[in-house]
């Protein structure tokens, strides 16, 4: 059977892009920019996606498109006999199914706010009232399973229609639209009466509220922020890379990737920003800002329910760009792994994805006694840090390793596959950077994240 290809540079860069173009761009990212001095978070933010960020998703690009194969194979295809690197396959693997068992229901969320806003059934409600829904919608195993179940389908058969005809196709329309819808919304923000306050506290660097937080706690912050954005080390874009051809090299499509990434986060802070300001609200709220503070700002603003719309429908693109990205990487390890054909991989996924989606769902409501990080925790909170905290950083440090020392596929074939073609080279000097300094860095961010 033939390996499917992209049919489209620009496919190419707008699946990656959607793949990094998540929920945590459009919350996680102002909510942090506010907490750590505003400008000077954003410039540690891109100098630490241009020194790891990228290098590791040119490594990511490299395994994929020199195997042809997705994470599960890519390894096996390109290590030398008898080494153990294609365990990590299997790692990434199960990343993409952890990711996807939260993921798939936050994305509910969104669409059930955007269906909320588009019938109007936030108008005339107070701040309690909203709140409450909310919580209604969390204490409703019913409203959360069909959501999220509505998710999983439409992503399964869309992958199920081919990779140019069904995922890459509809990714185009949808990118066009996120980006069209973002541009709009941030002008809204931006020409709101006390707007500009927002914006002051968002884009002029800080270093009064920067100490005050504390240097080393921004500086790591901003690592965290900007290596975690990139959906690197399960695999999700080395599938990609798989799938292109040798026209280009891999250091300047990733720029394009990370550009695009950052464009969606720092929009969406001139969203968010000036709207809390005008509204006299706190931008530092998290999760609660998205679903329980912005619906009451939409309601007393003029059109505020079309706005509202907007925003939710933008905000479900955001995340279901990202599954429709990871929902290929799994039928295409299935389609590998078990010789499926992609309906069989697609329909196999459709159940087990369900499945496995449903204790997060639970985990708000009949199960929410079990809390397993500690007093109100949930299970979403544990499927996250098993993927953030554990698999995207030792994945990606597998990755790393194996691009640069000679125990894996080595740094001669990866600088070799990453040059091949036309545009930005990886230098040679990198070398020494990538060998040691950097795999410091990311070992750092475990141990970071797990005593945080």
């Given at each position: 059977m033939e390996r499917e290809k992209l049919g489209s540079r620009m496919g190419f860069i707008l699946l990656s892009a959607g793949c990094a173009i998540g929920i945590g761009n459009v919350w996680r990212f102002p909510y942090i920019t506010g907490l750590y001095g505003g400008g000077m978070f954003v410039l540690l933010y891109l100098f630490f996606l241009v020194a790891m960020g990228v290098p590791v998703m040119t490594m990511e690009f490299a395994v994929g498109r020199a195997s042809r194969k997705s994470i599960v194979k890519s390894f096996t295809e390109l290590e030398k006999p008898g080494q153990k690197w294609h365990l990590n396959g299997y790692l990434g693997m199960a990343g993409n199914y952890?990711?996807?068992?939260?993921?798939?229901?936050?994305?509910?969320?969104?669409?059930?706010?955007?269906?909320?806003?588009?019938?109007?059934?936030?108008?005339?409600?107070?701040?309690?009232?909203?709140?409450?829904?909310?919580?209604?919608?969390?204490?409703?195993?019913?409203?959360?399973?069909?959501?999220?179940v509505i998710i999983v389908a439409v992503g399964i058969l869309l992958c199920s229609l081919g990779l140019q005809k069904g995922v890459e196709r509809i990714t185009k329309i949808m990118m066009a639209m996120l980006l069209l819808i973002i541009v709009i919304l941030a002008v809204r923000g931006m020409t709101l009466e006390g707007g500009m306050e927002g914006l002051k506290f968002y884009l002029l660097p800080d270093v009064g509220r920067m100490k005050e937080v504390g240097i080393m706690e921004t500086v790591t912050a901003a690592m965290n922020q900007a290596f975690f954005t990139l959906s690197l080390g399960i695999g999700a874009m080395a599938i990609f890379g798989s799938y292109i051809d040798k026209k280009r090299t891999l250091l300047g499509e990733s720029l394009?990737?990370?550009?695009?990434?950052?464009?969606?986060?720092?929009?969406?802070?001139?969203?968010?920003?000036?709207?809390?300001?005008?509204?006299?609200?706190?931008p530092d709220?998290?999760?609660?800002?998205?679903?329980?503070?912005?619906?009451?700002?939409?309601?007393?603003?003029?059109?505020?329910?079309?706005?509202?719309?907007?925003?939710?429908?933008?905000?479900?693109f955001a995340a279901f760009s990202t599954i429709l990205a990871v929902f290929e990487n799994i039928i295409c390890c299935g389609m590998e792994?078990?010789?499926?054909?992609?309906?069989?991989?697609?329909?196999?996924?459709?159940?087990?994805?369900?499945?496995?989606?449903?204790?997060?769902?639970?985990?708000?409501?009949?199960?929410?006694?079990?809390?397993?990080?500690?007093?109100?925790?949930?299970?979403?909170?544990?499927?996250?840090?098993?993927?953030?905290?554990?698999?995207?950083?030792?994945?990606?440090?597998c990755y790393l390793l194996f691009c640069v020392t000679r125990y894996g596929w080595g740094f001669d074939n990866y600088i070799k596959e990453?040059?091949?073609?036309?545009?930005?080279?990886?230098?040679?000097?990198?070398?020494?950077?990538?060998?040691?300094?950097?795999?410091?860095?990311?070992?750092?961010l475990i141990v970071q994240g797990w005593i945080g």
């Open positions: 952890i990711l996807m068992m939260f993921y798939t229901t936050v994305a509910g969320w969104m669409l059930y706010y955007f269906y909320q806003m588009l019938t109007g059934k936030f108008t005339g409600k107070d701040t309690q009232q909203v709140a409450g829904m909310f919580q209604e919608m969390l204490d409703s195993p019913l409203v959360l399973v069909v959501v999220m394009n990737i990370a550009v695009l990434d950052t464009f969606v986060a720092i929009v969406s802070g001139l969203i968010i920003f000036p709207t809390c300001f005008a509204f006299e609200i706190s709220m998290g999760p609660k800002l998205i679903f329980i503070t912005l619906p009451n700002v939409f309601n007393h603003m003029a059109a505020g329910r079309i706005w509202g719309t907007l925003f939710f429908l933008f905000m479900t792994l078990f010789h499926w054909s992609r309906k069989k991989s697609c329909l196999m996924n459709l159940v087990i994805l369900i499945v496995l989606s449903l204790p997060c769902v639970f985990g708000f409501n009949l199960w929410s006694g079990i809390q397993p990080m500690g007093a109100d925790s949930t299970i979403l909170d544990l499927e996250d840090f098993i993927v953030s905290n554990v698999i995207l950083p030792i994945g990606s440090l990453a040059n091949t073609g036309d545009g930005l080279k990886v230098p040679k000097w990198i070398r020494i950077y990538v060998t040691f300094v950097l795999p410091v860095l990311l070992i750092f």
